[in-house]
């Protein structure tokens, strides 16, 4: 397990983050169970253990740490089995509607696994583990067990409750939610097999305590510790969205000879590797100095560790390619899409992946070289960016 193999340094940081969040859990709840926010859940494990935060992603696992990649839960310990939500479904709803308890439970586990895989092939893991922060009273317990693909080839059991379709595998119990999309699974929590407990003492009045022990002058939110803010979906000026899709098309979907599909297009004789990116005008209109100009190259660095060269070309600069330009390719064709040659990246295959969208950050090391970063990013989420910014001045 991930846990017991961290420095013992590292565990206690950990350790007393979360005794300081639970401690201020009388600030959103009036529990005797500490509370515990699942984002700063996230925040404090990333830190702690100095990973890196996936959450922004929509992927299988939440953090990475070398060659380990984490799903982290926290949830209400209760009798020690509860259902808890693993994968969203949302961009498949319409081809599932039709089909019977049984067809549905296996398209959605096949998905299931096809994005596990994916998750291993774009950050390279080797292991992949659940991370479990549950809550009692006075205390938080902490478990882990090993985040596997469904055995679709088992799959039986299948009862039909309401909306919900209960079912198992060989090793796990699981239930598919019709009207929200979402798959869940039974994690099984026994107390005398818990990692380790950790005692919360919870403030009576957090508030005052932090208002008192603060310096009155500056603004609360600025002096308490970034540990305990959890996640943000802010923009920033440091990071953009695009869209693995056409900009231009009502339906969300690739292009048939552009884009991923590139390699698709005539003309010329081109290599099955062949794509690029679109960078939609409206990122060139509201981020004008994001990228370098057009046709001049930067590292790119992908979510598995490993650099490509790209640039910005095409007319308008509407394409993000590598070089050589098969490269970018390679990597998402074939490595994370697992598309054999000759296959036509459509929607159905990145709903299927849960996956539309990525996200392009920008830095300056200490050097003063600016480097840029790739990963990917929830379904929709170039939609929900493009629609903010078109909101602010450029």
């Known amino acids: 397990m991930f846990y017991e ?44 253990f100095d990973a890196d935060d996936r959450t922004r992603a929509d992927v299988s696992v939440d953090a990475v740490k070398g060659s380990v990649g984490l799903g982290l839960k926290t949830f209400l310990h209760g009798n020690g ?19 019977s308890a049984f067809a549905m439970v296996q398209k959605v586990c096949e998905a299931r ?11 390279g893991l080797v292991d992949m583990h659940y991370h479990c922060v549950t809550r009692l009273e006075s205390k938080f317990l902490l478990f882990e067990e090993p ?59 957090p508030l005052s305590f932090l208002m008192n022990t603060l310096p009155t002058k500056t603004k609360l939110s600025k002096l308490v510790p970034n540990i305990l803010k959890g996640s943000s979906d802010e923009i920033s000026a440091e990071h953009i969205y695009l869209p693995l899709y056409a ?6 979907s690739p292009a048939l000879s552009s884009g991923l599909n590139q390699w698709n297009a005539g ?7 062949e794509i690029y990116i679109p960078i939609p005008s409206l990122i060139h209109q509201k981020c004008p100095t994001f990228f370098p100009q057009k046709d ?22 509407k394409a993000l390619m590598s070089n050589p330009n098969k490269a970018l390719g390679q990597w998402l064709l074939r490595d994370v899409l697992k598309a054999p040659y000759g296959t036509v990246i459509t929607r159905e295959l990145l709903d299927m992946l849960g996956i539309d969208s990525v996200v392009v950050s920008k830095s300056i090391r200490d050097d003063g070289k600016v480097s840029y970063k790739i990963d990917f990013a929830k379904v929709k989420k170039f939609e929900d960016f493009k ?6 001045n450029a």
């Not at 590292?10 to 984002?39: D, H, I, W």
């Not at 089995?81 to 089909?99: G, H, R, T, Y």
């Not at 696994?113 to 950050?123: C, E, L, P, V």
């Open 5 to 48: 193999n961290q420095k013992a340094e590292q565990k206690e940081l950990y350790k007393e983050a979360l005794q300081t969040v639970g401690s201020l859990s009388n600030l959103s709840s009036s529990n005797t169970v500490p509370f515990l926010n699942y984002r700063v859940a996230e925040n404090v494990f990333c830190k702690s």
């Open 81 to 99: 089995k509860s259902f808890q939500k693993v994968a969203e479904f949302n961009s498949m709803s319409s081809s599932l509607k039709d089909l």
């Open 113 to 123: 696994n096809y994005r596990i895989k994916a998750t291993q092939d774009i950050y």
């Open 147 to 205: 985040l596997v693909m469904v055995d679709c080839d088992s799959i039986a059991n299948v009862v039909v409750k309401d909306t919900t379709i209960l079912f198992n595998d060989a090793h796990h119990e699981y239930s598919f939610s019709t009207s929200k999309s979402t798959l869940n699974k039974r994690f099984v929590c026994d107390e005398s097999m818990a990692l380790d407990e950790i005692p919360i003492d919870m403030l009576y009045d």
């Open 247 to 252: 900009p231009s098309s009502s339906t969300l």
């Open 267 to 273: 003309g010329r004789e081109r290599d099955q590797d």
């Open 296 to 317: 001049e190259h930067f590292d790119l660095e992908l979510p598995n560790g490993k650099t490509l060269s790209a640039k910005v070309c095409q007319s308008g600069g």
């Open 387 to 392: 629609n903010k910014i078109s909101q602010k």
